[in-house]
């Protein structure tokens, strides 16, 4: 069975996650409840912006209207500022009683019982939706309550259902409904922890292609932890500080969004998405300080910081997203596959807020969940992205480091060769005329010598011989450059060289078969030229065993002559290959290495390239590319 690749295995991870953390969702979403719901309320308009639970309650009831759970929000006049309801209290025969509201928006609810404050909530959760828990403790024997929700201009009121039960129960569906985003946030802040302590650990380079991804995570995470209710309700937290943890951790994202992406696909046409990190970096710093100077001016400034950080700055991100999305489609279409990976999981997102923002404009009951599930494939998308990366330096430093040791190889091999080079520039010539003053002798010897003496005396002239063959190696190596250059024809130098060599392959048991184009020139010495390939057939011709056969093939391919010497002899190692043309290393038992060297020294003075492919028991190739004449 074969096991997976790494890549597939975490594909087939990842999507065994999402499988397992959708049903979390639907199980929030549509959990059942922990009590009865509230059927109908009265709702009466206020235009005078003044919270007086005394006032309401002694208005005639022609300014009441009855509302039913079923029927939506009823739609604000121009001039109300805010908005009373009221609702008999419940009686739930519980210890502890409390209400669930189950969407409430507005800038601040205040909750009434017998002109009392039993319950306050201020500066809520960008005028968005939000659920709100009450504690009823302490309000038995009581008749009605009053619901005071102000919207300070804003859109405000109450819609869905009011749930009234036990507030151990009701706050642990809260919380079951509530837990997921927790979760999530959560899971982003660990991600970018683990993340961040492994970018520590790299270089600079490194670390800054992670680090603004780092920031997008976490903030993520913090703008999941403080959007949902959780907090204010479960841990006490005030409003205006998880709204301001809220807003700076989109202050982060923004920005740092922008330069990771630009890291990814650089400064955009026109440097526009340079442009854009340049202006969003100055407007997030002045965000920051319109945050400050509110903060200390106990919120004054409300109205303003919200057309700056929600208005304006919404419409700025959807302008972003958009530009970004295009950039993105623009790159996939062209083959970026980064392009194709972020645009991917962008459009998720972009699919599920859309469907979402459909539904709740159809219904307004519908309470929006599944963006956030987008969030995580758009975030996990961003990561896969910067794996990508990681992984393509990686592979760049590998493909650096063969470089580098096949540079060494070479750089070894070379200077092995001039080494070579200068002791057959000072010693050959040295040693040969020596060598052939006693051959000499020695044949005059042997004329005067009788049987038995001739035989030792010819035995001592055959090594002086291949002794001097070698001497004749050296100079060839010393000296490959071509003394005339010649343009001669391939096939025809290679069916001479075939026609020397035939004898011997026959004493081997072996043939040899040519295949050769006519037409084919190249520029250099013919003699060379013969030497270089007496040597490769003949090294292949001591290769072979039994039925052995041996293609010399030779073909055009665009401006090169490519020939081919393959035979089906014994073959060699891939660790024999790597020492091939080096000097003194041979396979053959009484081999000096220097036949196949001065063979590589020649192919390298005619401006080609040789290169062996073989297996053991199976042959080995040689390939010898050359460079046409046909046109020179």
């Known amino acids: 069975m074969k096991l997976p690749s790494m890549k597939a295995a975490a594909a087939i991870l990842m999507l065994l996650l999402l499988i397992a953390i959708v049903p979390i969702g639907i199980a929030a979403q549509w959990g059942g409840g922990a009590g009865f719901s509230?059927?109908?309320?009265?709702?009466?308009?206020?235009?005078s912006g003044i919270?007086?639970?005394?006032?309401?309650?002694?208005?005639?009831?022609?300014?009441?209207?009855?509302?039913?759970?079923?029927?939506?929000?009823?739609?604000?006049?121009?001039?109300?500022?805010?908005a009373w309801l009221r609702f008999p209290l419940p009686v739930t025969g519980e210890r502890n009683p409390a209400l669930l509201i189950n969407k409430v928006t507005g800038h601040s609810l205040k909750a009434y019982v017998d002109h009392k404050l039993i319950y306050e909530s201020q500066n809520l959760m960008n005028d968005d939706e939000r659920k709100v828990l009450i504690p009823l403790s302490g309000t038995e024997g009581h008749s009605w309550l009053y619901l005071w929700n102000s919207g300070g201009g804003r859109s405000f009121g109450i819609d869905g259902e009011i749930t009234a039960g036990n507030y151990g129960k009701l706050l642990a569906f809260y919380v079951k409904q509530n837990l997921p985003d927790m979760v999530i946030g959560a899971a982003f802040l660990f991600v970018g922890a683990a993340l961040m302590g492994c970018l520590l650990f790299l270089k600079l380079d490194f670390f800054k292609g992670g680090f603004f991804l780092v920031l997008v995570i976490v903030s993520f995470g913090v703008l999941f932890i403080s959007y949902s209710p959780f907090l204010p309700v479960i841990l006490r937290i005030p409003d205006h500080w998880t709204q301001t943890c809220f807003d700076l951790a989109l202050f982060t994202l923004l920005p740092s969004f922008t330069i990771y992406f630009e890291q990814i696909f650089g400064a955009g046409k026109y440097r526009l998405i340079t442009k854009l990190r340049n202006f969003q970096l100055g407007y997030s710093l002045f965000c920051l300080v319109?945050?400050?100077?509110?903060?200390?001016?106990?919120?004054?400034?409300?109205?303003?910081?919200?057309?700056?950080?929600?208005?304006?700055?919404g419409l700025m991100m959807m302008a972003q997203f958009i530009y970004?999305?295009?950039?993105?489609?623009?790159?996939?279409?062209?083959?970026?596959?980064?392009?194709?990976?972020?645009?991917?999981?962008?459009?998720?997102?972009?699919?599920?807020?859309?469907?979402?923002?459909?539904?709740?404009?159809?219904?307004?009951?519908?309470?929006?969940?599944?963006?956030?599930?987008?969030?995580?494939?758009?975030?996990?998308?961003?990561?896969?992205?910067?794996?990508?990366?990681?992984?393509g330096n990686h592979e760049q430093v590998l493909e650096y480091s063969r470089d580098l040791e096949k540079f060494n190889d070479d750089l070894q091999r070379s200077e092995k060769m001039e080494i070579?080079?200068?002791?057959?520039?000072?010693?050959?010539?040295?040693?040969?005329?020596?060598?052939?003053?006693?051959r000499g002798f020695l044949q005059i010897l042997g004329e005067r010598s009788d049987q038995k003496e001739k035989e030792y005396l010819?035995?001592?002239?055959?090594?002086?011989?291949?002794?001097?063959?070698?001497?004749?190696?050296?100079?060839?190596?010393?000296?490959?450059g071509m003394d005339t250059l010649d343009r001669f024809e391939v096939a025809e130098e290679l069916r001479h060289v075939s026609g020397v060599l035939v004898p011997l392959a026959h004493l081997q048991g072996g043939t040899i078969e040519l295949n050769l184009q006519n037409g084919l020139q190249v520029l250099g010495s013919t003699s060379k030229f013969k030497q270089a390939f007496i040597n490769l057939?003949?090294?292949?011709?001591?290769?072979?065993?039994?039925?052995?056969?041996?293609?010399?093939?030779?073909?055009?391919?665009?401006?090169?002559?490519?020939?081919?010497?393959?035979?089906?002899?014994?073959?060699?190692?891939?660790?024999?290959?790597?020492?091939?043309?080096?000097?003194?290393?041979?396979?053959?038992?009484k081999g000096t290495g220097l036949g196949l060297m001065v063979t590589f020294r020649i192919i390298e003075a005619m401006n080609g390239s040789i290169q062996f492919q073989s297996?053991?028991?199976?042959?080995?190739?040689?390939?010898?590319?050359?460079?046409?004449?046909?046109?020179k």
């Open 38 to 47: 509230i059927p109908d309320w009265e709702l009466k308009w206020e235009t």
């Open 51 to 82: 919270c007086d639970p005394a006032a309401a309650a002694e208005a005639p009831d022609s300014e009441w209207v009855q509302v039913d759970m079923h029927s939506g929000r009823p739609a604000a006049p121009a001039e109300a500022s805010a």
């Open 290 to 313: 319109f945050l400050i100077v509110n903060t200390l001016l106990s919120y004054r400034l409300d109205e303003l910081y919200r057309i700056a950080t929600v208005d304006f700055l």
């Open 324 to 391: 970004l999305l295009y950039v993105t489609l623009y790159a996939a279409f062209k083959g970026n596959r980064d392009a194709v990976i972020f645009s991917t999981g962008f459009s998720i997102f972009a699919l599920l807020s859309l469907t979402e923002l459909i539904l709740y404009y159809a219904n307004n009951s519908y309470h929006l969940q599944w963006w956030k599930w987008g969030v995580i494939v758009f975030v996990a998308s961003l990561i896969l992205i910067l794996g990508r990366r990681f992984a």
């Open 420 to 438: 070579i080079s200068e002791l057959a520039a000072s010693v050959a010539h040295e040693v040969r005329n020596p060598l052939q003053v006693t």
């Open 458 to 480: 010819q035995m001592a002239m055959e090594e002086l011989d291949r002794a001097s063959l070698i001497i004749t190696d050296f100079l060839t190596f010393a000296k490959p």
């Open 537 to 589: 057939i003949k090294n292949a011709i001591e290769s072979l065993e039994e039925e052995g056969r041996i293609t010399v093939a030779a073909w055009r391919s665009g401006e090169h002559i490519i020939i081919s010497v393959r035979d089906n002899g014994e073959g060699m190692k891939m660790s024999e290959l790597a020492h091939l043309g080096e000097p003194y290393y041979s396979n053959k038992k």
């Open 615 to 631: 297996k053991k028991g199976e042959g080995t190739e040689v390939i010898v590319k050359l460079p046409s004449a046909a046109n």
